[in-house]
C-alpha cells in the first residue's frame, strides 16, 4: 500500500556528513513514530533514530550527538542530518514505522565511509 524511498546516500571521508531523505506515497507522517534503520554488511538491521507524532525524537547512542533526525509532514518526508561519520557507520540506511516495521522495506540508500 504504502510506499517508501529512501536516498541522499553516497560516499563520504570520516567526519564528513551527509542528509538523507524518505519520501512516502502518502501521509503517514503524523500518525505514526517513524524510524531510520541501517543495517551493515553480516550485521542484523538496527534503528539509529526515530520521530513521534508529536515530533519528539530519540537516537541510538552510537549515534547520539551527531545524527539528527526531522520531518516534513506536509511533504510526506523524513530526514537524517548525519555528521561527524565514522567508518562504522557505514550501512545501508531505510526508513519505516517504529518500533515495529509496518511498511514494506524501500531500496535504502547507500552510505559508506572510507579514507
Known amino acids: 500500500q504504502v510506499q517508501l524511498v529512501e536516498s541522499g546516500g553516497g560516499l563520504v571521508q570520516p567526519g564528513g556528513s551527509l542528509r538523507l531523505s524518505c519520501a512516502a506515497t502518502r501521509s503517514i507522517f503524523s500518525i505514526n513514530v517513524m524510524g531510520w534503520y541501517r543495517q551493515a554488511p553480516g550485521k542484523q538491521r538496527e534503528v539509529v533514530a526515530y520521530?513521534?507524532?508529536?515530533?519528539?525524537?530519540n537516537y541510538a547512542d552510537s549515534v547520539k550527538g551527531r545524527f539528527t533526525v526531522s520531518r516534513d509532514s506536509a511533504k510526506n518526508m523524513m530526514f537524517l542530518q548525519m555528521n561527524s561519520l565514522k567508518p562504522e557507520d557505514t550501512a545501508v540506511y531505510y526508513c519505516?514505522?517504529?518500533?515495529?516495521?509496518?511498511?514494506?522495506w524501500g531500496p535504502g540508500t547507500q552510505v559508506t565511509v572510507s579514507s
Open positions: 520521530i513521534t507524532s508529536g515530533a519528539s525524537t
Open positions: 519505516n514505522t517504529y518500533p515495529m516495521a509496518r511498511i514494506s
